[in-house]
């Protein structure tokens, strides 16, 4: 079982390289071991997102010290381990620097469902604003995780962007679906700003109909079938 979960690891790398969420060696995605909640696999310090290998990934505990693997870890572990800590729900961590999200952020605007991607956000999304420096401390690990509470995705203000799911593909999808809901916004405020926007009962339905775990994968999927890493259906 871990080494599928090493393997779904890595292609979470690419998937979210493919869509751009890579910024050079910065950004990560973590999974906890079923068999050890206490520990989850993330993917190393000092390689891109698609250079995840199943051999190049690393252990890390709750603690967030590294308890396997040959590379070092990276220095916002805690984002991972305080989440996975606060959250015995959560399977998978995401923290990357899409542009869209970014720029979004430092506007101060609430997201608003100006399309299909936004709906899935009907409910709030926090804004971490504690600091816009990078996580390096339990402590700023742990007030991540609270700002982050129940839902599944939040905003660090002029940061970047951190998700998480019951499963590496959900997080990988909360990671894709907001970094297109933030870009989607920013195109109707470089019109004016959004006029028309879905009425709260659609947007909670098509939300809550988009958000599915046969959603999740079939994403996924075919993200690895369009990097030439899958295999068609």
């Not at 799911?165 to 990988?172: I, K, M, P, T, W």
């Not at 999740?216 to 259906?233: I, Q, S, W």
Request: charged share 20%.
């Amino acid at each position: 079982m871990t080494q599928i979960l090493r393997k779904t690891l890595a292609e979470a790398g690419r998937v979210l390289a493919l869509e751009g969420q890579g910024d050079y060696t910065a950004g990560h995605v973590s999974a906890r071991l079923p068999d050890d909640p206490a520990r989850f696999l993330m993917k190393p310090s000092g390689i891109g997102l698609e250079e995840i290998t199943p051999k190049n990934i690393v252990t890390v505990n709750l603690e967030g010290e590294k308890v396997a693997g040959m590379m070092k870890r990276h220095n916002e572990v805690f984002i991972h381990s305080e989440i996975l800590r606060a959250r015995p729900d959560v399977m998978a961590v995401v923290h990357t620097h899409p542009r869209h999200a970014v720029a979004f952020s430092s506007l101060g605007k609430p997201l608003q469902a100006v399309g299909h991607s936004g709906a899935v956000f009907h409910g709030g999304l926090p804004v971490f604003a504690e600091t816009t420096d990078l996580i390096t401390t339990k402590p700023r690990g742990q007030a991540v995780a609270k700002c982050l509470g129940a839902f599944n995705a939040l905003l660090l203000r002029n940061h970047g962007i951190v998700t998480c799911g019951g499963s590496l593909e959900e997080a990988v999808w909360f990671a894709l679906k907001l970094e297109d809901a933030c870009r989607m916004q920013l195109l109707a405020e470089s019109a004016g700003g959004a006029r028309l926007l879905a009425d709260p009962a659609d947007a909670r339905a098509k939300g809550a109909h988009m958000n599915r775990a046969e959603a999740h994968a079939n994403v996924f999927g075919y993200l690895l079938r369009r990097a030439g890493k899958g295999k068609t259906p």
